[in-house]
């Protein structure tokens, strides 16, 4: 079965050969190709006068732009479940749970000294990094469309909406067993406003690069 590299192979040698950009779109469109699969395929490569196609530029891919990706995204990932993670210590203490009170106070002091860490060290990693990648966007447009940038966006957008599900169906279930409590319901809007937060930015990130 043909696959992607077959097509831009055939719509290189039908442009060669001066056959017109709509013949090729009828002929694949006639094959069974679809709309989106013959545009991409067109759209590598540029409509100008020679005597043979010639390409567009590519999204490339390197060691040092996949490191910037990681790197930011990772220092995301750890400054947002220790964003909650706070915020939850603090929810803890102010409206604390009579039944265990003590040991509450206990842990929880532990793991606030580990999330205020944690997030003086992870936020400003994240920031430096995306005012970096943001710089090199700006040189080169054609970054934004980076595999790297654009395989990490959609998986912070997918662990983004699995917490955002995850959320409203601990909501649900508490509603319906009747233990709503306004900690309970705190910490539901905490994780709520932090997954809701990176799930819009990043998607409108990717509409842009779409767009450009």
Known sequence: ??????????????????TSRDTI???????????????RALGSWAEVDFPVPVPRPRASLSA????????????????????CSLAFDLLN?????????????RTTESSMRWSAASLV???????WMARL???QVTQDPLARLSPVRRWL????????????VGDMIT?????????????????VLVIGAVAGAIFSYYLADLRRGEDA
């Open 153 to 164: 966006t959609y998986l912070t957008l997918f662990l983004a909406a699995l917490a955002l």
């Open 133 to 135: 990648v943001a710089r």
């Open 121 to 127: 060290i992870a936020f400003p990693v994240f920031l």
């Open 64 to 83: 040092r732009e996949a490191f910037f990706y990681l790197l930011m995204f990772a220092a995301l990932y750890m400054a947002a479940w220790h964003l």
């Open 93 to 105: 203490r102010a409206l604390p749970d009579a039944t265990d009170q003590g040991y509450l106070f």
């Open 1 to 18: 079965m043909a696959g992607s590299q077959d097509l831009e192979v055939f719509v290189r040698e039908a442009l060669a050969r001066g």
């Open 171 to 187: 909501l649900v279930y508490n509603l319906l067993g009747g233990d709503v409590t306004l900690r309970f319901v705190l910490k």
């Open 25 to 39: 779109t009828a002929t694949l469109a006639g094959a069974g190709w679809s709309n989106a699969q013959v545009k």
